[in-house]
């Protein structure tokens, strides 16, 4: 319709007008034709009622077969072709209005063919135009605006676990439901050429969601898997349905009636059938995965789901670990103690040692040989296993910061489980370490890819922006991380620390320490931010009787530096002008920190511990040579992400022995680092009491006002 226009200006009927729309075409007076007669001709056919007419009525049935189609789930190119028709039936409605007009059939000049074409290219673009978009489509667009959504298409080759329904009438066995879609998931993770999200992702549903299509598209996924287990005693019952969420059509379904000591059987014939509802290749090694048997004794593996469920709590919440943790691994070595083989459960063992390690934080040479002889006894009982590939990923990461030896064990847990979020977010945590950031968000953002409603992966996301001073964009990523979380108290912690860094606002801080429960394993997990917050704050009492109550030997910065509780105390202490009581404090934690060192003469955290009680015993030359030291093993070059957290506490223990002039200059040297935004800024500068005999000095204020 609309060349047949473009034709008509070529011809030099009509010119095009400066603006580009259709509707700004006019016509050129052109010799021998009556404009008169030709605007009564078109009144007398009643042209332009039957073209509103028309547009009016193909609009009102659009809305009518848009709802039809939707609720068959037809496919959108059976609404165009409708869309089509009507746009030709606006052709042929006027072509019968200009022929059977009040005056009767008459011959059509050129002009008049002119103007004729104009109305059918404006009409039908109208049609076009504004005809209703269908739900799928609106739903599309606003799930890829949001942060949650896949930004590219969606692969047929994709499938989500969603959490069984438990029909037990013994409702304790919930672990047990549980544990079979976790088990299911993470056979089905194995296969690379399947796209699997990942079970913190699947969990915040419910079991059988009234609208699977959202579900799907805000997972990024094209088919679900849904399902119900019901145990009693030694028999299990499992119904499962493999769902195309884009038809709402079933792909598979299945019913088992198996003795539990069936369920592994039941678990590979799931794997296998899906894979080949989606089509998808299995490479041999994958067969052999999903076939396998992890224990014959149904003791261990009852076990084995129970600590699994604590130990996922623990690991989606860090501060949960020193609480929860244990109680994963107590079962982990209840079921090892009943099947000595059972390779899975020593691999999670060693995980779990190895968080216990780092986020508790217990960090003793006894927790890291546990974690390093479970994860070499689960590889030797079954070479390759993923799980304890990765266990040894975070003994070389966390444990000794030996980067290549730990993305060696990561490459090797990817191949065994290439859909495993977990496995990105440590590959992006290394490379954050190592300065590679872009290879880290990039890491970060597989992570999304895989398990799009964690937490965890947009609050990574969040700190690598923190650590390069992009606040902004940290600030987003914290509160999305807060829209997709089922326990909001890291994320609020989180963001209410950047808010700190950002623009000193105590605000946000205040309202996550509010919203705390005193007594309960959140409060206990964030107990260094609420005293920040009191210290911040200059309420030295209450935070004197925040250190006192608590019980942990040691709290954990940002920066992942482990510090005795009861140094914070003596800090509190001092700012109350209680000299004689901090100096007790500090004297006990020199005595203490020194017999720690001769078991670990390597351990930063120990040396700025000593550093610092030496300090506050006057110890001036004691205390800046462990200082240093602490800054020696963990040098910005060795961690580019805890390396300027450890510049900091250096730059703090310098103002505590009176040498204001190295204070100054440490600060100028994280300051100037690319990724030091996570440690100080000049809005933490200025808040934190710490830096007071700082104040008045020419070259601090000359440090704020230079400072990015």
């Known amino acids: 319709m609309q060349a047949l226009a473009f034709a008509a200006v070529k011809r030099g009927i009509v010119q095009r007008a400066p603006r580009k729309d259709v509707c700004y075409y006019r016509a050129v007076l052109v010799p021998g034709v009556n404009m008169g007669e030709l605007l009564q001709r078109l009144r007398e056919r009643k042209l332009v009622q039957w073209a509103l007419a028309y547009i009016a009525a193909a609009f009102a049935l659009l809305q009518g077969i848009d709802i039809v189609a939707n609720k068959f789930n037809w496919p ?13 039936g606006f052709f042929v ?43 799928k489509a609106t739903t599309a667009t606003s799930v890829a605006a949001t942060p949650s959504a896949p930004v590219t298409a969606i692969p047929a080759k994709s499938i989500a676990v969603l959490p069984f329904e438990n029909l037990s009438d013994d ?11 976790d088990e299911i998931l993470t056979r089905l993770a194995g296969i690379r050429d399947l796209k699997v999200i990942s079970r913190t992702s699947t969990q915040q549903y ?36 493999l769902i195309d969420a884009r038809s709402d059509s079933h792909l598979w379904a299945q019913n088992y009636d198996r003795d539990v000591k069936d369920i ?45 469920a604590y130990f996922h709590r623990a690991s989606d919440q860090a501060a949960l670990v020193a609480a929860v943790m244990p109680q994963a691994i107590e079962l982990y070595q209840q079921a090892l103690a009943k099947d000595t083989g059972f390779a899975l459960a020593a691999a999670m063992l060693s995980q779990a040692h190895m968080n216990m390690y780092w986020a508790a934080p217990d960090r003793t040479d006894v927790r890291l040989a546990a974690a390093k002889a479970t994860a070499d006894r689960a590889l030797a009982l079954q070479p390759g296993l993923g799980p304890a590939h990765l266990g040894l990923a975070l003994y070389w990461y966390w444990g000794h910061r030996d980067y290549a030896q730990a993305l060696s064990e990561v490459d090797l847990a990817r191949k065994a489980m290439p859909n495993s979020a977990m496995v990105e977010l440590f590959a992006g945590a290394i490379g954050r370490r190592e300065g590679r950031w872009n290879e880290a968000i990039a890491s970060f953002q597989r992570a999304v890819a895989l398990d799009p409603r964690s937490s965890l992966c947009a609050d990574q996301l969040g700190f690598v922006n923190m650590s390069l ?19 909001p108290t890291d994320e609020l912690m989180s963001r209410a620390y950047s808010a700190v860094l950002w623009k000193g606002d105590l605000a946000p801080l205040r309202t996550a320490v509010d919203s705390l429960t005193p007594g309960s394993n959140d409060y206990a997990g964030n107990a260094l931010s ?34 005795p509780r009861r140094l914070y105390l003596a800090w509190a202490l001092a700012a109350v002008g209680d000299d004689a009581k901090a100096r007790s404090v500090y004297a006990e934690l020199r005595t203490q920190t020194q017999a720690a060192l001769q078991q670990r003469p390597g351990d930063a955290d120990l040396h700025l511990a000593l550093g610092f009680a030496a300090a506050g015993l006057g110890l001036k030359d004691d205390a800046v040579r462990e200082g240093r030291r602490a800054t020696q093993l963990i040098p910005y070059s060795r961690d580019n992400y805890s390396g300027p957290f450890y510049l900091v506490w250096l730059a703090n223990l310098y103002v505590r022995v009176g040498e204001n002039t190295q204070a100054i200059d440490t600060l100028r040297q994280t300051l100037a680092l690319p990724s ?33």
């Open 93 to 135: 409605t006027l072509v019968l209005a200009w022929y059977h007009g009040e005056r009767g059939a008459q011959r059509v000049s050129g002009t008049e063919l002119v103007i004729l074409a104009l109305l059918l290219a404006v009409g039908g673009g109208f049609l076009w135009h504004f005809a209703p978009m269908s739900p």
């Open 676 to 708: 030091g935004g996570g440690a100080i800024s000049p809005a933490l500068l200025q808040l934190d009491p710490a830096w007071d005999p700082l104040r008045k000095q020419p070259d601090f204020q000359a440090l704020l006002r230079e400072s990015p």
């Open 171 to 181: 409702k304790t066995n919930a672990y047990f439901a549980s544990g079979m879609q």
């Open 530 to 563: 609420i005293y920040y917050l009191r210290w911040w704050s200059r309420d030295y009492v209450a935070a004197i009787r925040l250190a006192e109550a608590e019980t942990a030997a040691n709290w954990i910065d940002q920066g992942n530096v482990s510090l």
């Open 469 to 487: 001073r992009r606040y902004a964009q940290a600030d987003q990523a914290f509160a999305h991380a807060l829209t997709v979380t089922q326990d």
């Open 206 to 241: 419910a079991s059988h969601p009234p609208n699977l299509k959202i579900v799907a598209e805000q997972l990024g996924v094209a088919t679900v898997l849904e399902g119900s287990v019901q145990k009693a005693e030694n028999k299990v019952r499992i119904n499962l349905q």
């Open 264 to 308: 592994f059987a039941v678990q590979s014939d799931v794997a296998e059938r899906v894979a080949d509802a989606l089509q998808a290749q299995l490479l041999p090694v994958e067969s052999a995965r999903i076939a396998s048997v992890p224990t014959q004794d149904q003791q261990a593996y009852d076990l084995y789901l129970r600590a699994n």
């Open 76 to 88: 959108d190119s059976l609404e165009r072709i409708f869309i089509l028709a009507l746009a030709v």
